[in-house]
């Protein structure tokens, strides 16, 4: 006899047991303080920016009173081969365009 606790209690497959391994790929920055405290993410920054001065897609304006200024943030990306090693480590600078107000910036 059967109790309806024990009905759907199985043991696992051990052929998915061997596919779980723990990860040697190290974690993606969550904030700027903790990027620049590794030289290959300083490295991908740097990389970032010099490819925005040299496609002349972003320029650095001084700051007058009352402009409206659109901030930007760093994302952080670790980009992985088909074998799961690590290819090269990404940092993008996006802009926070969620901050514009319709009517007021742009």
Known sequence: MKTRAKDGIRKPNPKYALLSTTSSI???PS???QA???PKWKNAMADEFNALLTNRTWSLVPYNKGMNVVNC???YKIKQKSD???ER???RLVAKGYTQ???MVY
């Open 89 to 91: 480590y990404k940092a």
């Open 36 to 38: 620049i405290k590794n």
């Open 31 to 33: 904030s700027f303080t």
């Open 73 to 75: 943030m760093w994302v």
């Open 26 to 28: 190290p974690s993606e």
């Open 101 to 103: 107000q319709i009517g």
């Open 84 to 86: 799961g090693t690590i």
